[in-house]
Nanobody
């Protein structure tokens, strides 16, 4: 019902910035909770940021707080993740996720999201 496509990944040096984008189709996302997760090689899927639907708050993981900023553009049915001061530890495949019915306490749980994009690779290396 909802299709998600991420873009904006690439190879950057430590300290550089990148902005990821996720465009949704099939449904309008203003009422959906939206999130970014990432998965590094050999590791599990990690919560990055989430935005509660219906004008709710945005939350960021402690590991990225102050460096990454998630934002919505409901008019374009998109969400973004601005990433500043990138570190080698940020290297991962970044995924966009969506779900129509969630509570704040479950926003960071990957297993609660019904819709996922294909992922976009972010590599931070010298």
């Amino acid at each position: 019902q909802v299709q998600l496509v991420e873009s904006g990944g690439g190879l950057v040096r430590p300290g550089d910035s990148l902005t990821l984008s996720c465009v949704a189709s099939g449904r309008t996302i203003s009422r959906y909770s939206m999130a970014w997760f990432r998965q590094a090689p050999g590791k599990g899927r990690e919560f990055v940021a989430a935005s509660k639907g219906n004008g709710g708050s945005t939350y960021h993981a402690d590991s990225v707080k102050g460096r990454f900023t998630m934002s919505r553009d409901n008019a374009k049915n998109m969400v973004h993740l601005q990433m500043n001061s990138l570190k080698s530890e940020d290297t991962a495949v970044y995924y966009c996720a969506a779900d129509a019915s969630m509570i704040v306490s479950t926003l960071a749980r990957a297993d609660m999201y019904d819709y996922w994009g294909q992922g976009t690779q972010v590599t931070v290396s010298t």
